[in-house]
């Protein structure tokens, strides 16, 4: 007899264990599947998907270590700190990054076994409808039996035709967190959030970076003044970025790779690095579900179609994270799982998508939240814009950060805030406050009104909603 199971969850990473612990917690008899075993010493999958495993987690881990090597070398002196010339050693960092992961992942199992989470060690692939309901879905060598499926099986880097990966030359996101030293010169093809975190970490470790970008302006998801701060900053860091560029024929040499193009202005260049990052987007993985088989819709994009509820066309069947449509983002996956969790247990689930922050762990970082400057325009809605820099900031100054602002856009006719644009140090943590305000659908004078922690980077969000009305205090 087959395993049964309320809910069977396809996929262990950010949306799928999200997915399988809160219906746990709702009372549902729960499994979860998962087969990549990723960097596993035993080869045994491991959970936390793409974001814990090659991509959120670990490239923090390096990003804070190159930033660390970077303060020491560049800018300790300047606050009356000796300590000579740093020196970095890649595989103890590497190493760190690992030790980081595998605790994390053990952390994983650690809740589904609190939850009562079955953990299915194979592939999901689904075979049909069951004899009495719900679905019939093949995991490894065995068929398990569950009334409701949550798809959560993520996406994968695309690879570019012509320019195989090997993830030793020419690594994807994967096999840019594992480099073995500092390439003296390394490409990256590619400006987006993988590739300019990449490239900062190599960069503040020594290498001479160059990022190739195929769009003609830089950053174009983001608001317009933060992409042009981002590239001025950048730019003077040392990465350097050409965008409307037209790749051509990418190959092997002795010393690493060649990579042939045409600049902005049509004419041939060619671009020889050590090493080569191919960073353009990513994919979602419907391969091996036996969609067709079944009759699982998906879209033009090979995404799976479904509904404002992460609802499939097949009943009982549901869908979310990477593999539908809207951001890739590991947070946007773990909302969706609540909600599909507490819908199936006939309660309010809901995700807003229009207050979903977005992140970038540059230095300085950048963050944002609801619609940008040029999307409004876009739309005709009338706003007001309130913007202050970090340089008037007490807090940035003595933390020696005074880069960036804080841009606050609002209704003219309402003053309800419509998006928050953060480049600065801890953008991350900053955005929070922009998050819960327009989830509650707050106003600037809201947050003019309400008192912030003085010294605190807080404040330039306070005054950027102040500054909505012409009434800033520090600027």
């Known amino acids: 007899m087959s395993k049964q199971f309320d809910v069977l969850v396809i996929g262990g990473g950010p949306g799928g264990y999200v997915a399988a612990i809160r219906a746990a917690q709702l009372g549902f008899s729960v499994a979860c599947c998962e087969s990549n075993p990723y960097a596993d010493p035993k080869g045994e999958?491991?959970?936390?998907?793409?974001?814990?495993?090659?991509?959120?987690?670990?490239?923090k881990a390096?990003?804070?270590?190159?930033?660390?090597?970077?303060?020491?070398?560049?800018?300790?002196?300047?606050?009356?700190?000796?300590?000579?010339?740093?020196?970095?050693?890649?595989?103890?960092?590497?190493?760190?990054?690992?030790?980081?992961?595998?605790q994390l992942t053990g952390g994983i199992k650690g809740?589904?076994?609190k939850n009562k989470v079955t953990m299915l060690n194979g592939h999901g692939s689904f075979v049909g409808?069951?004899?009495?309901?719900g679905w019939q879905v093949k995991v490894g060598d065995e068929v398990v039996d569950a009334k409701q499926v949550i798809v959560a099986t993520g996406s994968k880097a695309r690879h570019l035709p012509g320019i195989p990966v090997d993830n030793k030359i020419v690594c994807d996101n994967a096999g840019a967190l594992d480099i073995d030293a500092v390439p003296k010169k390394l490409a990256i093809i590619g400006a987006g959030v993988i590739g300019l975190e990449m490239g900062s970490v190599w960069r503040r470790l020594g290498a001479e970076v160059t990022i190739l970008e195929a769009m003609p302006d830089f950053l174009s998801v983001a608001d317009v003044d933060v992409a042009k701060e981002a590239a001025k900053v950048f730019a003077k860091q040392g990465l350097n970025i050409l965008t409307g560029v037209k790749l051509g024929e990418v190959k092997a040499t002795k010393k690493g790779v060649s990579v042939s193009y045409a600049d902005k202005d049509g004419k041939a260049q060619k671009l020889d690095a050590d090493r080569l990052i191919v960073s353009v987007g990513r994919i979602p993985n419907t391969d091996g579900l036996n969609?067709?088989?079944?009759?699982?819709?998906?879209?033009?994009r090979g995404r799976i179609d479904v509904d404002g509820h992460c609802r499939t066309n097949l009943p009982g069947v549901w869908a979310i994270g990477d593999v539908v449509s809207g951001p890739m983002l590991a947070h946007k996956a773990m909302e969706e799982a609540v909600m599909v969790a507490e819908l199936m247990a006939g309660q309010a689930g809901h995700c807003n998508f229009d207050t979903i922050p977005w992140v970038i762990y540059t230095s300085p970082e950048i963050a944002w939240v609801?619609?940008?400057?040029?999307?409004?325009?876009?739309?005709?809605?009338?706003?007001?814009?309130?913007?202050?820099?970090?340089?008037?900031?007490?807090?940035?100054?003595?933390?020696?950060?005074?880069?960036?602002?804080?841009?606050?856009?609002?209704?003219?006719?309402?003053?309800?805030?419509?998006?928050?644009?953060?480049?600065?140090?801890?953008a991350s943590e900053l955005i929070s406050e922009a998050v819960v305000a327009m989830e509650f659908g707050a106003a600037s004078?809201?947050?003019?009104?309400?008192?912030?922690?003085?010294?605190?980077?807080s404040?330039?969000?306070h005054e950027a909603a102040l500054a909505c009305d012409k009434r800033p205090l520090h600027f």
Not at 78 to 88: L, R
Not at 291 to 300: P, Q
């Open 129 to 133: 409808a069951g004899k009495e309901g």
């Open 445 to 457: 004078e809201d947050l003019a009104r309400i008192c912030h922690a003085h010294p605190t980077l």
């Open 45 to 59: 999958p491991r959970l936390g998907g793409t974001c814990l495993n090659v991509g959120c987690i670990p490239s």
């Open 370 to 426: 609801g619609k940008t400057e040029q999307q409004l325009k876009a739309d005709g809605i009338a706003y007001k814009a309130g913007k202050i820099p970090f340089l008037a900031n007490g807090r940035a100054l003595g933390m020696g950060a005074p880069v960036g602002f804080v841009k606050m856009l609002a209704c003219a006719q309402t003053d309800r805030i419509l998006g928050v644009h953060i480049i600065g140090a801890n």
């Open 111 to 113: 809740l589904f076994k």
């Open 459 to 461: 404040e330039v969000v």
């Open 291 to 300: 969609a067709e088989g079944v009759g699982l819709k998906l879209d033009e």
């Open 62 to 102: 390096l990003l804070h270590t190159s930033h660390m090597f970077e303060e020491a070398g560049h800018e300790f002196e300047a606050q009356g700190i000796s300590v000579g010339t740093p020196k970095i050693d890649v595989a103890k960092m590497i190493g760190r990054k690992n030790g980081i992961v595998t």
